[in-house]
């Protein structure tokens, strides 16, 4: 279940923390490269600009993207789109843009009646509702506040309310990146155990179709326990992911596999 206002205070929440974090940025950081290939630090902070762009309706600019290694799929390439938009800006250019376009964000979203938030849309996951589609930005605009951090050797994120939803994101993929990805045999049950900033068990059971399971209905073959900036870091497949971190119990070798396979994002 989607609570689509908790969702909508916690991507709120969300831009204002991105936007304390870029603040505190030097010119140096903002233009070191991130963690993530091809994009500088302040190319992350463009991509959260432009993806607010393309949902507030306006248009995507042309730019010359063709050839770039890190661009691997029409959606790397749409980004690319709007990072070439907007790498010419300042830091004070570029954080006045995103003031402007979360302001204008915040104001639609709060126009929004339940029946718009409920009605289905292209998400990057598939279709879903528009609800799903902004939690899927909580997930992306707080992996990014991770991303920046880690990069420049900050602290990971504090607040837990953005990180709870953006865990509820990764749980609803969870079924698909077990069975698919890793490869778990029907019949199996995993567990994920996460510490630290969000304290949460999430409980997979693979049958004919993998799904979500109450944790205290079962009792798993496998039990992997991570802190929760660390699986997110696996999840989305950063190159400072540390493997190791994860905690192992019950069958260690298809463990060590699940945890090989869980980056899932594009």
């Known amino acids: 279940m989607i609570e689509p206002q908790t969702v909508i205070a916690a991507l709120t929440v969300q831009w204002a923390a991105l936007r304390d974090l870029f ?5 140096d950081q903002l233009a070191a490269p991130s963690v993530l290939p091809g994009w500088s630090n302040s190319d992350i902070l463009g991509h959260v600009i432009g993806t607010e762009s393309l949902l507030a309706g306006l248009p995507v600019p042309v ?18 789109q709007w990072l070439e938009e907007f790498r010419g800006l300042g830091p004070a250019a570029l954080l006045a843009a995103f003031d402007a376009i979360t302001a204008e964000r915040t104001r639609s979203l709060a126009a929004m009646s339940a029946d718009d938030l409920a009605a289905e849309t292209m998400t990057p996951a598939g279709p879903g509702s528009y609800a ?8 992306d605009c707080w992996i990014h506040e991770l991303d920046v951090r880690d990069g420049v050797g900050l602290v990971p ?15 609803a993929a969870l079924p698909y990146v077990l069975a698919k990805r ?8 995993v567990v994920v155990e996460l510490t630290g900033l969000v304290q949460q068990t999430l409980a ?3 049958a004919d179709r993998a799904h979500l399971v109450s944790p205290a209905a079962v009792g798993p073959d496998v039990v992997a326990t991570v802190d929760t900036c660390e699986f997110f870091r696996l999840v989305g497949g950063r190159r400072d992911a540390a493997p190791s971190a994860v905690h192992i119990s019950g069958d260690r070798g298809l463990g060590d596999r699940i945890v090989a396979n869980l980056a899932y994002t594009i």
């Not at 603040?23 to 010119?27: D, E, F, K, R």
């Not at 010359?64 to 690319?80: C, F, K, Q, S, T």
């Not at 799903?132 to 997930?139: A, P």
């Not at 890793?182 to 049950?189: F, H, L």
């Open 204 to 206: 997979v059971e693979v």
């Open 23 to 27: 603040a505190t940025l030097s010119a």
């Open 63 to 80: 730019h010359d993207v063709a050839g770039r290694a890190h661009v691997r799929n029409p959606i790397g390439e749409l980004n690319e």
């Open 157 to 171: 994120p504090h607040d837990s309310g953005p990180a709870a939803v953006a865990v509820e994101e990764v749980a």
């Open 182 to 189: 890793a490869g778990v045999p029907v019949g199996t049950t």
């Open 132 to 139: 799903r589609f902004m939690r899927i930005r909580v997930f």
